[in-house]
């Protein structure tokens, strides 16, 4: 069973930066494809960003490209998602989520495990 925690939500400006943060339980963290998805309120939770378990490969949602970015540190088994020049419409509750294997997945349905989110929000 793999477990997955976030963190470093919170209130930050239209133009800040946040880092969440997705601290994950189990020896083969570094064999998981990890991703970030979002869900703000009355809409459908979306895709934000991927990255393969090697690191090499990112794949980002049009909404944040050149915003975000997403990178992993497999000896901590944790993976990140810098957040800057933060918008109103970025706010919602953050999850990340894994799946073993090696192939970028921007699905939701393709993910097998799920942390229980974290909230962003940001003020105009």
């Known amino acids: 069973q793999v477990q997955l925690v976030e963190s470093g939500g919170g209130l930050v400006q239209a133009g800040g930066s946040l880092r969440l943060s997705c601290a994950t339980s189990?020896?083969?963290?570094?064999?998981?494809?990890m991703g970030w998805f979002r869900q703000a309120p009355g809409k459908e939770r979306e895709f934000v960003a991927a990255?393969?378990?090697?690191?090499?490969?990112?794949y980002y949602a049009d909404s944040v490209k050149g915003r975000f970015t997403i990178s992993r540190d497999n000896a901590k088994n944790t993976v990140y998602v810098q957040m800057n020049s933060l918008k109103p419409e970025d706010t919602a509750v953050y999850y990340c989520?894994?799946?073993?294997?090696?192939?970028?997945?921007?699905?939701?349905?393709?993910?097998?495990?799920w942390g229980q989110g974290t909230q962003v929000t940001v003020s105009s």
């Open positions: 990255i393969s378990w090697i690191g090499g490969s990112t």
């Open positions: 189990g020896r083969t963290f570094r064999r998981y494809v």
């Open positions: 989520a894994g799946v073993a294997g090696m192939a970028l997945a921007t699905s939701e349905d393709e993910y097998d495990y």
